[in-house]
T-cell receptor
Framework: SAVISQKPSRDICQRGTSLTIQCQVD?????MFWYRQQPGQSLTLIAT?????????ESGFVIDKFPISRPNLTFSTLTVSNMSPEDSSIYLC????????????????FGPGTRLTVL | GENVEQHPSTLSVQEGDSAVIKCTYS??????FPWYKQELGKRPQLIID?????GEKKDQRIAVTLNKTAKHFSLHITETQPEDSAVYFC?????????????FGQGTTLQVKP
């Protein structure tokens, strides 16, 4: 599995501000994703971070609220913009490293998460 | 849209007993089904997965079965131990193309009593 780190591990922010979360992987990966996990809930996919191009967002998530960058194959950032208390969640990045045929799904691993509290 | 239903939401078993968690999915094109274990305050950890070309896969005390016709898949844990206590999530690939995207079930909180 890949070694994945996220910064910060947690933060407490005031409403109306923005926070940028970083995800770093120790080796080149084909795919990187950002998920949200609200307290006591399951994981919801926010977007696919595409290297060198705009991220692909899932229904209910927009670029203005969650801008994402992926400048290279090992690093991505997610910004939570104009925060409100409803944005309080754990934000996780995940990666898929191509380990077999292009026709098969490859294992997906998660970073340690960033616990965000918005006051 | 695509959906994954997971049952039960909570499960309590005695140490040594078996535990079964069931999921159903809606997208008939899904062909990859991983299971994750999440301990309190930790990241989800991949514990086993199955692809649509097989019906069953085992790894020591853990097994997963898949019924593509019925769009059901299940996690079986035998000889449960207190350290198996955690939240378990099933997931299904979104579509059959290699996008890597997953949709997750709602989670099952497993408690193994010593």
């Amino acid at each position: 599995s890949a070694v994945i780190s996220q910064k910060p591990s947690r933060d407490i922010c005031q409403r109306g501000t923005s926070l940028t979360i970083q995800c770093q992987v120790d080796s080149q990966v084909t795919m990187m994703f950002w998920y949200r996990q609200q307290p006591g809930q399951s994981l919801t996919l926010i977007a696919t971070a595409n290297q060198g191009s705009e991220a692909t967002y899932e229904s209910g998530f927009v670029i203005d609220k969650f801008p994402i960058s992926r400048p290279n194959l090992t690093f991505s950032t997610l910004t939570v913009s104009n925060m409100s208390p409803e944005d309080s969640s754990i934000y996780l990045c995940s990666v898929v490293r191509l380990a077999g045929s292009l026709l098969t799904h490859n294992e997906q691993f998660f970073g340690p998460g960033t616990r965000l509290t918005v006051l | 849209g695509e959906n994954v239903e997971q049952h039960p939401s909570t499960l309590s078993v005695q140490e040594g007993d078996s535990a079964v968690i069931k999921c159903t999915y809606s997208d008939s094109a899904s062909n990859y089904f991983p299971w994750y274990k999440q301990e309190l305050g930790k990241r989800p950890q991949l514990i086993i997965d199955i692809r649509s070309n097989v019906g069953e896969k085992k790894d020591q005390r853990i097994a997963v079965t898949l019924n593509k016709t019925a769009k059901h898949f299940s996690l079986h844990i035998t000889e449960t131990q207190p350290e198996d206590s955690a939240v378990y999530f099933c997931a299904a690939s979104i579509g059959s193309s290699n996008t890597g995207k997953l949709i997750f079930g709602q989670g099952t909180t497993l408690q193994v009593k010593p």
